[in-house]
């Protein structure tokens, strides 16, 4: 991630040329898929990456690279919106949806939220009502080829319609709550949600 965008900025486009896909103050970044990250690259082989539920859960698992990819297959095709004001329309990731993971755990009825955390230490609070129902997944491979390490490889939290710091790169695991836990940008000001459509970048948006 960089520093915050300035607030105001529309895009680059004009209002009469403004694709219907973008949510306001973005921009079409095309071919462009930047690379931003709060921290230094890791280098994460496949053989050492596991993902962990647990927290708020009946049954709290660990998954490895082969487990993980014993499960059904599934896959999202469409637009990523970053809080710099990039959107990336046409997207192709590969991997499971999230909702097989959860399950698996059993999330307790008192679970309402969820801390994403990545190998690298890095953190973000998500609402579990984000993160079930077809909406989030852990990407494996982006059109059709692995995900580069640059790009969260081995595997990524992928939530879509949230602002892209929310889908967690290097993923390691989620530990459900029955509060909000902010993590590492919502305690820099950044909103705790991050709807692109609502334009919630900071706190207090």
């Known amino acids: ?27 079409d970044a095309r071919a462009d898929f930047p690379v931003l990250s709060a921290e230094v690259t890791p280098e994460l082989a496949p053989a050492d990456w596991t993902l962990r539920v647990d927290g708020l859960v009946a049954r709290p698992r660990t998954w490895t690279w082969e487990q993980a990819h014993e499960l059904p297959a599934s896959g999202y095709d469409g637009p990523i919106h970053c809080v710099t004001s990039w959107s990336k329309l046409t997207t192709d990731f590969a991997g499971i949806s999230l909702d097989t993971f959860l399950a698996a755990a059993g999330p307790l009825p008192t679970a309402t939220h969820a801390v994403a955390y990545s190998h690298t230490g ?35 939290l992928l939530v879509p319609h949230l602002y892209f710091w929310k889908s967690v790169k290097w993923i390691a695991g989620l530990r459900l709550l029955d509060h909000d836990e902010p993590g590492f940008w919502e305690t820099n000001g950044y909103h705790h949600r991050g709807d692109p459509w609502a334009e919630e970048r900071y706190s207090g948006d």
Do not use: C, K
């Not at 900025?9 to 973005?26: K, M, S």
């Not at 009502?129 to 995900?147: E, K, M, N, S, T």
């Open 122 to 156: 890095y953190t973000t609070n998500l609402a579990l009502a984000d993160l079930v129902d077809g909406q989030a997944w852990i990407a494996f491979d982006f059109a059709g080829d692995p995900l580069t390490p640059a790009h969260g490889g081995p595997a990524r």
């Open 1 to 27: 991630m960089t520093s915050p965008p300035t607030r105001g900025f529309v895009g680059r486009h004009t209002a009469a040329e403004r694709d219907p896909r973008l949510p306001p103050g973005q921009y």
